[in-house]
């Protein structure tokens, strides 16, 4: 009897440190003791495994999603320059670099023209205005 | 400390957007949860994540590097969802009144898609039930991870006030949903 109401205040000691002993959150001495209690005591084993179940519970709740627009629109509230606008910028910054390396790419092939004039006519016959009819033309081998 | 989300309020406190993009994108989801489940009302909560990140915005200069850049979101976080749950109290306050003279009970919220699904649909009035504190350390503990070190810097109590919290909170719970059980 006596051995009877010692456990069950041993519970009632455990019990409410048991959501700690869940979350890792006792100091090893205390942690140590939940243990040992568990390992004896099957109502609060059952208590313990009760609360995992709830929080395997809460944990499987869907998340919620963002909209897509979510930041733009804070953006938007805070005055700044919104992340589609920001978007608008990249293609242009892209179109910029190509054209730049264009430009050098002419002048190279302007520099590497032949002086002496002499007529390329075996690849003269590229379709008007491709690739190879503006490179010939640039070379001096179409007129 | 996160370095890197030190790194990004600060620059956001310089006025770099980008960084502050990337701490959205870092957080947003994690505070609309938490915020959706405190109030049980997502699109509130939609509106408060967007009121957190202008704080944030407004006063990145100001944060000090003595505690995580996590927490600091989730206590303006709290604080928001309280501000706004003490509104909606009185909201709801008035309209009973309102009916009581006859007039139409306006909704307090619109039906939530994402919280479709029987036992969703318990474990969500269930969350509900709880009371605010309890249900605010539950959620940061289960859902967001915080440890209670972290919990007890953003509800602005001691760590065994925290422990108490959750040990209450979560047989509550069980006792709402063993309820709920029985009475389906």
């Known amino acids: 009897m006596a051995n009877v109401r010692t456990h069950e205040m041993r519970c009632q000691k455990i019990r409410p440190r048991l959501t700690a002993y869940l ?45 897509r627009s979510f930041r733009s629109q804070v953006s938007a509230a805070a005055g700044m320059e919104t992340p589609r606008s920001r978007r608008n910028v990249v293609p242009t910054r892209l179109l910029e670099r190509l054209m730049g390396f264009l430009g050098e790419l002419l002048v190279l092939m302007e520099r590497s023209r032949p002086r002496h004039g002499r007529v390329l006519e075996e690849f003269g016959d590229f379709p008007p205005m491709s690739m190879g009819h503006v490179y010939f033309k640039l070379l001096g081998g179409l007129r | ?48 994540t967007q009121e957190v990140f202008l704080r944030v915005l407004k006063t990145a200069g100001q944060f000090e590097p003595r505690g995580k850049v996590s927490t600091w979101l989730f206590t303006i976080a709290y604080h928001l969802c309280a501000d706004d749950l003490k509104r909606r109290r009185r909201q709801a306050a008035l309209e009973l009144d309102c009916r009581f003279q006859g007039r139409s009970l306006a909704a307090l919220g619109k039906p939530d898609p994402a919280l479709q699904g029987e036992w969703v649909q318990m474990i969500s009035r269930a969350i509900q039930v709880l009371p605010d504190n309890q249900r605010a350390a539950l959620l940061l503990r289960v859902q967001s991870e915080l440890s209670y070190a972290e919990i007890s810097e953003v509800l602005g109590v001691s760590v065994a006030s925290v422990e108490s919290l959750l040990f209450r909170a979560r047989r509550r719970l069980r006792e709402i949903l063993d309820g709920q059980r029985k009475d389906a």
Do not use: W
């Open chain 1, 23 to 67: 979350d890792q959150e006792l100091d090893v001495d205390t942690r140590q003791r939940v243990f040992e209690h568990l390992r004896h005591c099957a109502v609060c084993r059952g208590e313990l495994s009760a609360y995992e179940e709830t929080d395997a519970l809460l944990k499987a709740l869907p998340k919620i999603p963002i909209p």
């Open chain 2, 1 to 48: 400390m996160n370095d890197a989300d030190y790194v990004l309020i600060q620059a956001t406190g310089r006025g770099d957007h980008g960084a502050f993009e990337e701490l959205m994108l870092r957080y947003q989801h994690r505070l609309l949860n938490f915020i959706a489940r405190r109030l049980g009302d997502r699109y509130s909560a939609e509106d408060l």
